[in-house]
């Protein structure tokens, strides 16, 4: 585990599973806003989803220009963060490959 906080892959990989996480834990913040009218949860989840999304596309960006990514590997890495379980499909898919 140590290892991937070292390289950039690794990073982008942990930066990943982070990003999905908070996107799906949307599911439980929404229906309590939006629903139950308790705002306060989904505030914090979007603070650190914002957080995250920014985090997980500059290391995408910088990676794809460091490793010289094809530029639709950079789009489909791109297209996951926007799409519910796709930051873990992407990691399995591209990232994985990418680090070995």
């Not at 585990?1 to 599911?27: N, V």
Request: charged share 15%; glycine share 10%.
């Amino acid at each position: 585990m140590k290892e991937m906080f070292q390289s950039l892959m690794g990073r982008l990989r942990i930066a990943a599973f982070l990003e999905g996480c908070s996107y799906l834990a949307f599911g439980i913040t929404m229906p309590l806003k939006y629903g139950l009218d308790i705002h306060g949860p989904n505030y914090v989840v979007g603070l650190f989803h914002g957080i995250l999304f920014m985090t997980y596309v500059g290391l995408v960006l910088f990676v794809g220009y460091k490793r010289k990514w094809k530029l639709s590997t950079i789009f489909w890495s791109l297209l996951a963060s926007i799409i519910p379980f796709g930051t873990f499909i992407a990691d399995k898919k591209i990232f994985s490959k990418e680090e070995a």
